[in-house]
């Protein structure tokens, strides 16, 4: 489950608008990603909203809370994964390896087709990037 953030907070300049010619985009990323998982920036994305709709980068904001965890296995069979830890404390599980994350700022990257699950050991903050963004 995910933490509810203030989604009321807006960026001093969010202020673009569906059709704007500003090559500037501000957000937040918990409230962006509400409709798709976390996940802001990807190919996924409504084309309406140019700037996080591409095919070269997936970026996901994750809010989790102690004790969530992804028992299943999962593989991304395309993408090269990178999970950079915020705040918290996060284990990744790999078929050989596991990593816990624990220090802010510390990360964890793997190849395509390499399966995963995690397990949240303290409220935590993560930024997952995929590349590139291609349909499952």
Known sequence: MTRDLNLQHTPPCAHW??????????GNASRDGADHRGWFIGHYIEQA???????????KWSALQAG????VW???EKATTLCI???GRFCLRFPSQECTLTQEGDYVMWPPGLPHRWVVEED???LTLRWPSLPA
């Open 74 to 76: 999962a593989t991304s």
């Open 68 to 71: 969530e965890e992804k028992p």
């Open 124 to 126: 935590a903050l993560i």
């Open 49 to 59: 909203l140019a700037l996080r709709c591409t095919h070269a980068v997936e970026v």
């Open 17 to 26: 608008t569906e059709g704007s010619t500003s090559p500037v985009l501000a």
């Open 85 to 87: 830890l915020i705040k």
